[in-house]
C-alpha cells in the first residue's frame, strides 16, 4: 500500500489534534509534522516530502491563501477554516478539497479520497511518461528477421513503391511496409518529413544546402512543399 507523506498547518492546537486523530485511522496517512504558522510550514516543506497539506486560512503572520500562492509545486491543498468566504479563492488555486470546520470524519475521508486518487493518477502518468522517453527504438521486420533499429543509428526512410527503404549506420532495410506506417513509428520530434518520399533524422544532419539536406555524404532532396516547415523545426525561416 502506498504511503502518503501529510503536513498540518493550524495555529488552533485542538484543531491539528482533531485531524492528527482522524489520519490515525487511516494506516496509508502518514503525518510528518504538524504545524502551528505558515513560516514553520514552508521550512518543513523545503526539508520533508509532503503529498498531502492540511492547511487552514486564518492564522497569524501569513494566511493560508496567501501562503498557498509563494508554494511553486504545492503537495495536494486539504483546506481546513471555518470561513465558507474564501472558498473560490482556494480552488482557484488548484484546491483540491475545502473543509468547513467543525468537520465530520466521513467528511474527512472523501477529502482524503480526493487527493489521494488525483496522487496516484499523478503517479501512473508520471510512470507512462517516462516509459516513453526511455523508448529510443523501434522494431522492423523484413527478410523473414525482425530487426532493432535505435534512433539514433536511423539515418532516413525512403519511399520505395510498396516497401520503405530504411537506411541505419550498420545497413539498408526494405520492409514491406507503406511509407505513412513508417512515418506513424517514428517520433515527429525527431524525425522530419522533408519529401513526399523522404524522412530523415534530425540529429544525422551534416548540413543544408538550396533544396538539398546532407547526411552522411548522401543527399536527400527538400520538397517545396516541405521546405518552410522543415526550416521552421530547425528554427529557422524560409
Known amino acids: 500500500m502506498t504511503t502518503f507523506n501529510c503536513l498540518i498547518v493550524d495555529d488552533e492546537p485542538i484543531a491539528r489534534d482533531i485531524i492528527k486523530n482522524y489520519c490515525g485511522h487511516l494506516p496509508y496517512l502518514n503525518i510528518v509534522a504538524a ?6 510550514a514552508k521550512a518543513i516543506l523545503n526539508q520533508q516530502k509532503v503529498d498531502i497539506l492540511f492547511l487552514d486560512i486564518n492564522m497569524p503572520i501569513i494566511d493560508g491563501i496567501s501562503f498557498l500562492k509563494t508554494l511553486k509545486n504545492p503537495p495536494q491543498v486539504i483546506f481546513t477554516t471555518a470561513y465558507k468566504e474564501y472558498a473560490l479563492d482556494a480552488f482557484d488555486l488548484s484546491a483540491c478539497d475545502y473543509l468547513l470546520k467543525p468537520f465530520s470524519l466521513e467528511r ?17 502518468t508520471g510512470l507512462e511518461n517516462n516509459e516513453v522517453k526511455t ?13 532493432k533499429i535505435l534512433y539514433p543509428d536511423l539515418l532516413f526512410a525512403e519511399a520505395n513503391g510498396n516497401y520503405t527503404k530504411i537506411v541505419t549506420t550498420q545497413n539498408t532495410l526494405l520492409p514491406a511496409m507503406s511509407f ?59
Open 108 to 124: 474527512f475521508l472523501i477529502a482524503v479520497d480526493k487527493a489521494t486518487e488525483k496522487l496516484q493518477n499523478h503517479s501512473s
Open 135 to 147: 523508448e529510443d527504438f523501434i522494431f522492423i521486420k523484413t527478410d523473414g528477421k525482425i530487426f
Open 180 to 238: 505513412s506506417a513508417m512515418e506513424e513509428l517514428l517520433p515527429k520530434s525527431l524525425f522530419l518529413r522533408v519529401h513526399r518520399s523522404f524522412i530523415i533524422n534530425k540529429s544525422r544532419i551534416d548540413h543544408i544546402e538550396g533544396n538539398r539536406v546532407f547526411i552522411n555524404n548522401i543527399e536527400i532532396p527538400i520538397g517545396g512543399n516541405y521546405r518552410e516547415s522543415f526550416l521552421k523545426q530547425l528554427g529557422f525561416s524560409s
Open 35 to 40: 504545524s502551528g504558522n505558515a513560516l514553520e
